[in-house]
């Protein structure tokens, strides 16, 4: 048998694609276009989205021991916007902890990204996370845990400079005990723990190389005292948590005599307390102050004053509410805090007097006394801080250009004194009625001199071309007073309460400001003065009526 085969011609089709190479190039470069195109679409339809707005747009989450990218899609499925980020660079940043609560879209990235070495930025309906061009040189991160390996919820973290115990920066540690901390420079460190009720502890730290620091586990233990005789006594644990607040019980704490109110709030969990004395509560952007469930009207000033008179040994507890009720005015992203007084037992008189002498360039003092009575339905309290106060601050600078350089020199001297008064009123009708009423007054008296001095000078020949000399003087003198009156029935002694209140403030601030100018060159001189005039004031009253009616709709 014989078999014969014949090899077929490859077809023209074939043959022209195959090989021709021109055609073969095209059909890449074709298909390189399709996917450009494709993709050009995507982002195309990505960046039209729905116009929203991270500054008011909302998102709700929380999270507990989370990463960024986590957050970050819990973000995207609650909007429109896309992330934009590179993986590698974020995938260290984890660990967060956030509370349940609604947030605008910045505000939930400014608390992701804090102590972090990132910014971000808004581009049409795109987010994008990048590092920041002026990016923090160090992160410190660690943990506080007790004997147990328990977290320690909200201990205190300072660092210090080694070699001059100069504060860089103070942090609190989450609820699970976590706490990060961003440093500028390299050098020797040392970082203080402590928290409340339990031993304090210092750390030696040496920044190098490494630019993210994961401190091992930190442990803190009780504070104990060695007692020949123990008698056991049932107390409120430190801190409570209800619905709404957390509820730091003072009176179990160190904290519980000898210090003032200020000192109480600087080591209460989530209250921040400024060099100069003034409240924040952490991550909201204004903290109203209430005292036994009343607002304190009054301005940021006057709130530290009243309350640098109060002892902790009058402060049974202080509510820490992240999210005020709904019966109190909303003002924007707020938080409260209610400190609660003890029920005096000792009937009578109990005063205090306290001086703070400061010395800098110029020396500064404040003095505040406070005296108390109480019966068995009166109660009555008077409290007066003064606080003259001098500060100076001096600047120059020398600006250095082509052909001619700017010399300038500024010197302003600050002097003021404020005077606050505060007084309190309660009675009781009966078991279930009472009325009462607050008193608040404060006055300022402040002068700001402002001199400031530029010489122009020609580099050629070294010669002043013009001078410009200016002065001025700043008077102001605010005033403020606010009252109120309230009646408080407690209906059935079961829940059910009434509640009126009359509010009143009056505020005034007259000023002056004398503004002199001299501009002085080799052809002319020119002398130019302002002075400007105000006289601001405004009168507010008003009623609030609060009812608390709870009704049992079943009964076990």
């Given at each position: 048998?014989?078999?014969?085969?014949?090899?077929?011609?490859?077809?023209?089709?074939?043959?022209?694609?195959?090989?021709?190479?021109?055609?073969?190039?095209?059909?890449?470069?074709?298909?390189?276009?399709?996917?450009?195109?494709?993709?050009?679409?995507?982002?195309?339809?990505?960046?039209?989205?729905?116009?929203?707005?991270?500054?008011?747009?909302?998102?709700?989450?929380?999270?507990?021991?989370?990463?960024?990218?986590?957050?970050?899609?819990?973000?995207?499925?609650?909007?429109?916007?896309?992330?934009?980020?590179?993986?590698?660079?974020?995938?260290?940043?984890?660990?967060?902890?956030?509370?349940?609560?609604?947030?605008?879209?910045?505000?939930?990235?400014?608390?992701?990204?804090?102590?972090?070495?990132?910014?971000?930025?808004?581009?049409?309906?795109?987010?994008?996370?990048?590092?920041?061009?002026?990016?923090?040189?160090?992160?410190?991160?660690?943990?506080?845990?007790?004997?147990?390996?328990?977290?320690?919820?909200?201990?205190?973290?300072?660092?210090?400079?080694?070699?001059?115990?100069?504060?860089?920066?103070?942090?609190?540690?989450?609820?699970?005990?976590?706490?990060?901390?961003?440093?500028?420079?390299?050098?020797?460190?040392?970082?203080?723990?402590?928290?409340?009720?339990?031993?304090?502890?210092?750390?030696?730290?040496?920044?190098?190389?490494?630019?993210?620091?994961?401190?091992?586990?930190?442990?803190?233990?009780?504070?104990?005292?060695?007692?020949?005789?123990?008698?056991?006594?049932?107390?409120?644990?430190?801190?409570?948590?209800?619905?709404?607040?957390?509820?730091?019980?003072?009176?179990?704490?160190?904290?519980?005599?000898?210090?003032?109110?200020?000192?109480?709030?600087?080591?209460?969990?989530?209250?921040?307390?400024?060099?100069?004395?003034?409240?924040?509560?952490?991550?909201?952007?204004?903290?109203?102050?209430?005292?036994?469930?009343?607002?304190?009207?009054?301005?940021?000033?006057?709130?530290?004053?009243?309350?640098?008179?109060?002892?902790?040994?009058?402060?049974?507890?202080?509510?820490?509410?992240?999210?005020p009720p709904s019966k109190y005015s909303a003002e924007g992203n707020s938080g409260m805090i209610?400190?609660?007084?003890?029920?005096?037992?000792?009937?009578?008189?109990?005063?205090?007097?306290?001086?703070?002498?400061?010395?800098?360039?110029?020396?500064?003092?404040?003095?505040?006394?406070?005296?108390?009575?109480?019966?068995?339905?009166?109660?009555?309290?008077?409290?007066?801080?003064?606080?003259?106060?001098?500060?100076?601050?001096?600047?120059?600078?020398?600006?250095?250009?082509?052909?001619?350089?700017?010399?300038?020199?500024?010197?302003?001297?600050?002097?003021?004194?404020?005077?606050?008064?505060?007084?309190?009123?309660?009675?009781?009708?009966?078991?279930?009625?009472?009325?009462?009423?607050?008193?608040?007054?404060?006055?300022?008296?402040?002068?700001?001199?402002?001199?400031?001095?530029?010489?122009?000078?020609?580099?050629?020949?070294?010669?002043?071309?013009?001078?410009?000399?200016?002065?001025?003087?700043?008077?102001?003198?605010?005033?403020?007073?606010?009252?109120?009156?309230?009646?408080?029935?407690?209906?059935?002694?079961?829940?059910?309460?009434?509640?009126?209140?009359?509010?009143?403030?009056?505020?005034?601030?007259?000023?002056?400001?004398?503004?002199?100018?001299?501009?002085?060159?080799?052809?002319?001189?020119?002398?130019?003065?302002?002075?400007?005039?105000?006289?601001?004031?405004?009168?507010?009253?008003?009623?609030?009526?609060?009812?608390?009616?709870?009704?049992?709709?079943?009964?076990?």
């Amino acid at each position: 048998m014989k078999i014969s085969a014949m090899m077929r011609k490859t077809g023209a089709l074939y043959a022209l694609l195959t090989g021709n190479f021109l055609i073969r190039q095209l059909m890449r470069i074709s298909g390189i276009v399709t996917i450009i195109l494709l993709t050009t679409f995507q982002v195309l339809m990505a960046t039209s989205g729905k116009g929203q707005d991270m500054r008011n747009d909302k998102v709700t989450i929380g999270l507990k021991d989370d990463d960024l990218v986590t957050a970050l899609k819990r973000i995207e499925h609650q909007t429109s916007l896309r992330f934009y980020y590179r993986k590698a660079d974020i995938k260290a940043i984890n660990r967060l902890n956030m509370s349940v609560e609604t947030r605008t879209i910045e505000q939930t990235l400014n608390e992701l990204l804090n102590n972090t070495f990132f910014s971000f930025r808004q581009i049409d309906g795109n987010i994008l996370i990048e590092r920041s061009k002026q990016q923090t040189a160090y992160a410190i991160e660690g943990r506080v845990v007790d004997v147990n390996h328990k977290a320690v919820a909200f201990a205190t973290i300072s660092i210090l400079k080694a070699d001059n115990n100069q504060k860089i920066q103070t942090s609190q540690a989450d609820t699970g005990g976590y706490f990060k901390l961003a440093i500028q420079e390299k050098g020797d460190y040392i970082i203080n723990i402590s928290a409340v009720s339990m031993d304090s502890l210092s750390v030696g730290l040496t920044l190098s190389e490494k630019a993210i620091v994961q401190l091992p586990d930190i442990i803190l233990a009780t504070v104990s005292t060695q007692l020949k005789q123990v008698t056991v006594v049932g107390k409120k644990p430190l801190i409570e948590y209800t619905i709404d607040r957390m509820v730091f019980n003072v009176e179990n704490s160190m904290l519980s005599t000898g210090v003032n109110a200020i000192d109480v709030l600087r080591e209460t969990p989530r209250i921040e307390v400024t060099d100069n004395g003034f409240i924040k509560m952490t991550g909201k952007n204004a903290l109203r102050v209430m005292i036994d469930g009343r607002i304190l009207n009054l301005s940021d000033e006057d709130v530290k004053n009243k309350l640098s008179t109060l002892r902790s040994d009058d402060i049974a507890r202080i509510e820490i509410i992240p999210i005020p009720p709904s019966k109190y005015s909303a003002e924007g992203n707020s938080g409260m805090i209610n400190i609660i007084l003890k029920r005096n037992p000792s009937l009578g008189w109990k005063g205090s007097v306290n001086s703070t002498y400061i010395q800098r360039i110029y020396a500064s003092s404040s003095q505040s006394g406070n005296i108390n009575y109480q019966s068995k339905k009166l109660e009555a309290s008077v409290s007066v801080t003064n606080n003259p106060t001098k500060n100076v601050n001096e600047q120059s600078t020398l600006y250095d250009f082509t052909g001619n350089s700017l010399n300038t020199s500024k010197n302003t001297v600050y002097n003021s004194n404020s005077l606050s008064f505060n007084g309190v009123l309660k009675y009781k009708l009966n078991s279930r009625m009472e009325i009462g009423g607050t008193l608040n007054y404060s006055y300022l008296n402040s002068t700001s001199n402002y001199t400031a001095n530029s010489n122009y000078i020609k580099k050629a020949n070294n010669v002043v071309d013009s001078t410009v000399n200016s002065n001025s003087v700043f008077i102001q003198q605010p005033r403020a007073t606010a009252a109120s009156a309230y009646y408080d029935y407690n209906m059935d002694g079961k829940g059910k309460k009434m509640e009126l209140t009359y509010n009143y403030s009056l505020n005034t601030n007259s000023s002056t400001n004398n503004i002199n100018s001299l501009i002085a060159s080799n052809l002319s001189e020119k002398n130019n003065g302002i002075l400007n005039v105000a006289d601001n004031n405004y009168r507010i009253n008003s009623i609030f009526a609060d009812f608390e009616l709870p009704f049992h709709f079943a009964k076990n």
